[in-house]
């Protein structure tokens, strides 16, 4: 076991002393000797050593692996707990009910996987220094095993409706917030800055951008995760947003191919079917994934779903070999990373054992399977493949290969670690909030403003109530959204209250907000996900009732303003989170004007063949 404990440059807080880049190298020597030579990575990575690795370099480091060490650098796997080896007696008790081991130090030492995902639910997240400490820690656990390898250590920072590391990190706005700003620079300042205060807390993969062209209203899973629904628009910002991250030094992953944005179905729940043809899918759906793989795009994620016009055997994407070997690497020519959704995602069991998932997902041309339900079972599946002759060894150091590659170029093999200093210097300093709050404006949509309902002047409309849906912050941030609104109108000059009454508003509670309306000057509604038969319907148009203006706040999907046809001002902001909650603020109080169009059409709701709004729709004032 190779002694890394020398030449400590400070505690870490996860298990002993963070190695200095001497004591990292002298860890590795004999398996990554020589490994680094070429190129530097970007400045946010400027610790890291030149990434450029040759393939001859990395193949002798993969002859010296034992195909045990080789089946775990296919995996990635959650793991419980903030730390890497003294996680929560909680956290310990779910790693020995799911996984088997202990700590996430146990789990590299028994299965050597390649990477690890990070999730709030597995409390990996709880703070920038901590994450910091977590990373530092997997990446000690890994070099401390014989050819120790680095670890690629990746979570779902999507921003908007997706996104695992909450405030003080930068929150921006999500994908369809960043599609109806329309601006490639913000697309690629966000990748920018969210891939230097990743990078900085030892996280050096993301699972972002979301390249699905969303063209299903009705969509329950991609939504405003998507850029929008015209493809070009979605390929320009999926590619801005790629060098942004790509720049920082972290490796961005487009997600989920062939393309998720037209199904009513949840993979998480679900086998969903596309039944799009070839034709439509390289006008719709290939486009921004080319545009990806134009990019240089480090990984790209399969989907869960059955897509009939390129593989009509009934397999998932992910288990394909005609979808991933045949059209994203052959036609498409990419030859870098492809990485699983989730391997415990119903769309992907459906039809197979959790035994076969993972060797077909390698049959098919897969690099990465990301998350199966059980890794035991899976890990010994792959191995008993291999043994009995149904994947060969040789299949196995393709994939590694490419997983390799990615390492070095990140700088891995030369300085896995986080920065302590970088973490304060880095995560969510004053100047990356302010860009987030400026991008936000410039995404802030008006639908419908009626005889100049808003702006909002804070004398004659001086006395606000907020009411509506508050859903629980998908982010980590403050929240609840009428409560962060009203506190925005308050601190613009207004005095605003807030008043919960949820999705699913009962009459008392209706009756209760008409009432408390009497009282105001002018009212905010934000709504949720509104549908013919929700009561936000009836919530709405009894305070359009009372006389008093009213402002509706479509907080996630802009469709919702199809359901109100008597509402006389109406905006979207595509997302429920503090940073675009503040931004509509200060459009309703006429502090900025409101920059956003519709990157969704939405349809009449009396008669969805109709348009009601195409795809540029957006006022202003």
């Known amino acids: 076991m190779h002694d890394i404990s020398t030449g400590s440059t400070g505690s870490t807080g996860s298990g002993g002393a963070r190695p200095s ?38 193949r002798a480091l993969i002859s010296r692996m034992t195909l045990e060490e080789k089946v775990g650098q296919l995996f990635v796997m959650r793991v419980y707990g903030h730390s890497a080896t003294a996680p929560d007696k909680a956290d310990v008790d779910a790693n020995l009910q799911e996984i088997g081991v202990r700590t996430a130090a146990e789990l590299i030492a028994a299965y050597r996987v390649g990477g690890i995902i990070y999730f709030t639910w597995a409390h990996n997240t709880r703070d920038p220094h901590q994450i910091a400490d ?44 960043v599609g109806a700003g329309g601006s490639r620079a913000d697309a690629r300042a966000l990748g920018r800055i969210s891939g230097a205060e990743l990078r900085a807390m030892g996280v050096n993969q993301d699972y972002s951008p979301d390249a699905d062209v969303n063209v299903n209203p009705a969509n329950p899973v991609i939504g405003v995760r998507s850029f929008g629904a015209d493809p070009e628009a979605v390929a320009a910002l999926v590619a801005a947003e790629v060098s942004g991250y790509q720049a920082a030094g972290v490796a961005a992953t487009a997600k989920h191919f062939p393309g998720h944005g037209d199904t009513a179905v949840d993979s998480h729940y679900g086998f969903p079917v596309i039944t ?130 990615l390492k070095a170029r990140l700088g891995l093999f030369e300085n896995p670690y986080a920065d302590p200093a970088g973490v304060g210097r880095t995560v969510g300093t004053r100047a990356h909030l302010a860009a987030a709050d400026r991008i936000a404006e410039r995404t802030t949509t008006l639908l419908v403003n009626e005889g100049g309902t808003l702006p909002f002047d804070r004398r004659r409309e001086h006395r606000v109530l907020v009411v509506g ?142 348009v009601l709004y195409p795809v540029g729709h957006g006022l202003t004032y």
């Open 21 to 58: 880049r001497r004591a990292v190298l002298a860890a590795t020597a004999g398996v990554t000797a020589g490994l680094t030579a070429g190129r530097t990575l970007p400045a946010a990575a400027r610790d890291a050593a030149p990434a450029a690795v040759s393939d001859r370099r990395l």
């Open 134 to 177: 977590l990373s530092d820690g997997i990446q000690r656990a890994c070099l401390a095993q014989p050819r120790g390898v680095p670890a690629l250590i990746a979570t779902d920072q999507e921003h908007g409706a997706v996104c695992r590391i909450g405030a003080p990190a930068t929150l921006f706005p999500g994908a369809m917030a």
């Open 276 to 405: 799009h043809s070839r034709e439509l899918w390289e006008r719709l759906d290939a486009v921004p994934f080319r545009a990806a793989v134009r990019a240089g795009i480090d990984s790209v994620m399969t989907a869960h779903i059955q897509f009939p016009a390129l593989d009509d055997s009934g397999d998932p994407a992910t288990l394909s070999r005609p979808i991933v070997t045949g059209i994203l690497r052959g036609e498409l020519g990419y030859d870098g990373v492809v990485i699983t959704d989730s391997l415990g995602m119903e769309g992907v069991r459906t039809k197979y054992g959790d035994d076969r998932v993972p060797v077909l997902a390698l049959k098919a041309g897969v690099d990465q399977l990301l998350n199966p339900p059980s890794l035991d079972v899976a890990w010994h599946a792959v191995l008993a493949a291999v043994r009995g002759g149904e994947l060969t060894e040789a299949r196995l150091d393709e994939s590694i290969l490419r997983i390799l590659r």
């Open 469 to 610: 849906a508050d859903p629980a912050s998908p982010t980590g941030t403050t929240g609840p959204p009428t409560g962060v609104l009203a506190t925005a109108l308050t601190g613009l000059g207004f005095a605003a209250t807030a008043l919960s009454t949820g999705t699913t508003p009962s009459a008392d509670t209706v009756t209760a907000a008409v009432t408390a309306a009497r009282d105001a000057d002018a009212v905010v509604v934000c709504t949720y996900n509104v549908t013919a038969s929700s009561a936000q319907r009836t919530l709405v148009d009894r305070l359009l009732a009372t006389g008093r203006p009213v402002a509706v706040v479509a907080v996630r999907n802009p469709y919702d303003v199809a359901q109100f046809p008597s509402v006389r001002a109406c905006l979207a902001t595509y997302c429920w989170t503090d940073v675009e909650l503040r931004a509509a603020a200060r459009v309703i109080a006429g502090r900025v004007a409101p920059r956003g169009r519709l990157p969704v059409p939405v349809q009449r709701a009396d008669d969805p063949a109709r």
